[in-house]
């Protein structure tokens, strides 16, 4: 057995080593590797019947016509999809065109093409929502058979995913040309997991209020829900607490690397506007050191030969004071993030400098403790009731499930390393819903065109039962922030989140590489369009 493994690994690895050594043998061919697609959408719809008519569209020549219900998102949205359309024509976008204008560009366009769109109606059947929650309805049907079109959704989330895949459906007759196609086309479009997620760390560096906005939007264009913001770390504190503010001005990096009530709530509204949740991490008891600056008795102090060495460990459980604070921040946090789930974290728990300290062991004999990941459950357990009593629900990191914590049901955990298959068989064995993001850790990089091997991973890819597979909530691409700021976050996760977002959205089925690449191809050049400044995802090429 042993040898096989030991085979097999080293097949891997010559594999590894030799795909770019193949890949850059390939015969060159003058002009790009892998030509961009005309009008595909990414992540690739769960049902798209090609009728094989193309249209020209002109954007002087067309409007989006609210024909149902109504809802201020819609409103927004068609402000923005306006102005991306207007984008890709590289023409001025005016929202009244004179009809006189209308009928001179409609002869000169008939020249060449016998259909214009003119119109698409927005019929949105059901009750306009404010919130993005787990639930939400993001189906749509997006019928482009005739140059009156109509986007059908029950829900406002559906009518925003819909804009996007036909603000994607049109596309440029040929790179030099400025006329603008859609081909006729009939989708019927739902996610395949309601939880996709993109973590972004802003403790290890800070990342601006303006790159978190554009980070919202390429996440719009890729169909992503969730922004999950791990907001405080060791490192910095930069969350501005209303009821503490000391924690970040002496916990953050300096006084201005922060996010105000302001910034905060600014990027609530901006992603709740595109249908993103914006869920907090408040990752404890370990990962907290910043808050120690402020608050030095929430932390342990780690001792060496009977005295405190000066360092300082995860909280210290055994401080009845931690509960009180803890409850009270996690109040303002409910408060401030109005989704329903908040991350608890509860990774990497450093059980040394515990072991080291004198009160802590105290504590753990009158309660009776008798392990370190007994004394974790302890306060694991507190935090968790906290939350479930202020009316929300908890996620929390693989350790806090592997150490055996007592969870109350529907407490999520969040997979993110060791064996993918495993880990996830045995958290929905037991019943917890899963998130995985094992595959899609965007920090550790490998060579170009490294997206494929985030597109390789399945979060069914487990052996389990329906009702297991069901557990499965989605996952969250990871942008851990240690060598990440302003100056790289943005190509560093786009495209290569996109390759995510497909394998959350998409039917199981898509996961040809091959078609992939094409696609991927448009889509980066899509958000270069945008502004979002993604990397080329496969090679050589050009974008518009
Ligand atoms: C749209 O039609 C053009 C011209 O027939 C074709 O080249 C292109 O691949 C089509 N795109 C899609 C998404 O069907
Ligand atoms: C909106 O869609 C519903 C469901 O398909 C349909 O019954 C209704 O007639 C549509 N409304 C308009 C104004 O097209
Ligand atoms: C710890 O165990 C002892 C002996 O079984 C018991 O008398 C005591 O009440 C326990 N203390 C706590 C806090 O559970
Ligand atoms: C999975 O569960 C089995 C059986 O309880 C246990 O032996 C194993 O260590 C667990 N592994 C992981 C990665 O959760």
Same mark, same amino acid.
């Given at each position: 057995?042993?040898?096989?493994?030991?085979?097999?690994?080293?097949?891997?690895?010559?594999?590894?080593?030799?795909?770019?050594?193949?890949?850059?043998?390939?015969?060159?061919?003058?002009?790009?590797? %892998?030509?961009?697609?005309?009008?595909?959408?990414?992540?690739?719809?769960?049902?798209?019947?090609?009728?094989?008519?193309?249209?020209?569209?002109?954007?002087?020549?067309?409007?989006?016509?609210?024909?149902?219900?109504?809802?201020?998102?819609?409103?927004?949205?068609?402000?923005?999809?306006?102005?991306?359309?207007? *984008? /890709?024509?590289?023409?001025?976008?005016?929202?009244?065109?004179?009809?006189?204008?209308?009928?001179? #560009?409609?002869?000169?366009?008939?020249?060449?093409?016998? *259909?214009?769109?003119?119109?698409?109606?927005?019929?949105?059947?059901?009750?306009?929502?404010?919130?993005?929650?787990?639930?939400?309805?993001?189906?749509?049907?997006?019928?482009?058979?005739?140059?009156?079109?109509?986007?059908?959704?029950?829900?406002?989330?559906?009518?925003?995913?819909?804009?996007?895949?036909?603000?994607?459906?049109?596309?440029?007759?040929?790179?030099?040309? @400025?006329?603008?196609?859609?081909?006729?086309?009939?989708?019927?479009?739902?996610?395949?997991?309601?939880?996709?997620?993109?973590?972004?760390?802003?403790?290890?560096?800070?990342?601006?209020?303006?790159?978190?906005?554009?980070?919202?939007?390429?996440?719009?264009?890729?169909?992503?829900?969730?922004?999950?913001?791990?907001?405080?770390?060791?490192?910095?504190?930069?969350?501005?607490?209303?009821?503490?503010?000391?924690?970040?001005?002496?916990?953050?990096?300096?006084?201005?690397?922060?996010?105000?009530?302001?910034?905060?709530?600014?990027?609530?509204?901006?992603?709740?506007?595109?249908?993103?949740?914006?869920?907090?991490?408040?990752?404890?008891?370990?990962?907290?050191?910043?808050?120690?600056?402020?608050?030095?008795?929430?932390?342990? /102090?780690?001792?060496?030969?009977?005295?405190?060495?000066?360092?300082?460990?995860?909280?210290?459980?055994?401080?009845?004071?931690?509960?009180?604070?803890?409850?009270?921040?996690?109040? #303002?946090?409910?408060?401030?993030?109005?989704?329903?789930?908040?991350?608890?974290?509860?990774? #990497?728990?450093?059980?040394?400098?515990?072991?080291?300290?004198?009160?802590?062991?105290?504590?753990?004999?009158?309660?009776?403790?008798?392990?370190?990941?007994?004394?974790?459950?302890?306060?694991?357990?507190?935090?968790?009731?906290?939350?479930?009593?202020?009316?929300? %629900?908890?996620?929390?990191?693989?350790?806090?499930?592997?150490?055996?914590?007592?969870?109350?049901?529907?407490?999520?955990?969040?997979?993110?390393?060791?064996?993918?298959?495993?880990?996830?068989?045995?958290?929905?064995? @037991?019943?917890?819903?899963?998130?995985?993001?094992?595959?899609?850790?965007?920090?550790?990089?490998?060579?170009?065109?490294?997206?494929?091997?985030?597109?390789?991973?399945?979060?069914?890819?487990?052996?389990?039962?329906?009702?297991?597979?069901?557990?499965?909530?989605?996952?969250?691409?990871?942008?851990?922030?240690?060598?990440?700021?302003?100056?790289?976050?943005?190509?560093?996760?786009?495209?290569?989140?996109?390759?995510?977002? #497909? @394998?959350?959205?998409?039917?199981?089925?898509?996961?040809?590489?091959?078609?992939?690449?094409?696609?991927?191809?448009?889509?980066?050049?899509?958000?270069?369009?945008?502004?979002?400044?993604?990397?080329?995802?496969?090679?050589?090429?050009?974008?518009?």
């Amino acid at each position: 057995m042993a040898n096989f493994s030991n085979m097999v690994r080293c097949v891997f690895l010559l594999t590894t080593l030799f795909v770019p050594i193949i890949l850059g043998s390939f015969i060159e061919k003058p002009g790009p590797r %892998y030509p961009p697609t005309k009008g595909e959408v990414w992540p690739k719809p769960q049902n798209q019947v090609k009728i094989g008519i193309r249209m020209a569209f002109e954007m002087e020549q067309f409007q989006f016509k609210i024909v149902g219900n109504n809802s201020p998102l819609i409103d927004e949205a068609i402000e923005r999809y306006s102005f991306i359309l207007s *984008l /890709q024509s590289g023409r001025k976008h005016q929202r009244k065109p004179s009809n006189r204008r209308m009928k001179n #560009e409609r002869r000169t366009r008939l020249a060449d093409d016998d *259909l214009v769109m003119k119109v698409l109606n927005i019929n949105m059947t059901g009750q306009d929502e404010a919130w993005p929650s787990l639930q939400m309805d993001e189906s749509y049907w997006l019928n482009i058979d005739d140059v009156t079109g109509n986007l059908i959704s029950a829900s406002p989330w559906g009518i925003l995913r819909g804009l996007e895949t036909f603000s994607q459906a049109i596309y440029r007759g040929s790179p030099l040309s @400025k006329d603008l196609f859609i081909n006729q086309t009939l989708i019927y479009d739902f996610p395949r997991f309601p939880h996709r997620g993109l973590l972004l760390d802003t403790s290890r560096h800070y990342t601006s209020v303006t790159k978190i906005i554009k980070m919202l939007d390429g996440m719009a264009y890729n169909k992503l829900n969730v922004f999950h913001w791990h907001i405080v770390d060791d490192q910095s504190f930069p969350y501005v607490s209303a009821k503490f503010p000391t924690m970040s001005q002496l916990g953050s990096f300096t006084p201005d690397l922060i996010y105000t009530p302001a910034d905060v709530q600014r990027i609530i509204q901006y992603a709740r506007r595109r249908g993103i949740r914006v869920m907090p991490e408040y990752d404890t008891p370990g990962h907290t050191r910043s808050w120690g600056v402020a608050y030095p008795s929430l932390l342990t /102090q780690c001792y060496t030969d009977d005295k405190p060495n000066g360092d300082y460990g995860p909280m210290n459980p055994a401080n009845q004071d931690l509960y009180p604070f803890m409850k009270d921040l996690l109040t #303002e946090i409910v408060d401030v993030f109005p989704d329903k789930y908040v991350h608890l974290g509860g990774d #990497e728990v450093e059980f040394d400098c515990w072991k080291s300290n004198p009160e802590i062991n105290a504590y753990m004999a009158a309660m009776n403790i008798t392990t370190f990941t007994g004394l974790e459950e302890v306060y694991i357990q507190k935090i968790v009731d906290m939350v479930r009593d202020l009316g929300a %629900y908890s996620l929390v990191w693989q350790e806090v499930f592997l150490n055996g914590v007592k969870l109350p049901p529907g407490t999520v955990v969040h997979a993110w390393t060791g064996n993918q298959q495993i880990l996830m068989y045995n958290i929905t064995s @037991k019943g917890f819903p899963a998130l995985l993001s094992t595959c899609w850790y965007l920090d550790h990089l490998s060579n170009g065109g490294d997206w494929q091997k985030f597109y390789n991973c399945d979060p069914h890819n487990f052996p389990g039962n329906e009702e297991q597979k069901k557990l499965v909530m989605g996952g969250e691409a990871c942008m851990w922030g240690e060598v990440i700021d302003d100056n790289n976050v943005l190509q560093r996760i786009f495209p290569r989140v996109s390759a995510t977002a #497909e @394998k959350l959205w998409s039917a199981a089925e898509v996961n040809d590489m091959e078609e992939a690449r094409f696609r991927l191809e448009e889509h980066y050049c899509r958000m270069n369009k945008r502004g979002i400044p993604a990397q080329p995802p496969s090679g050589p090429g050009f974008c518009v």
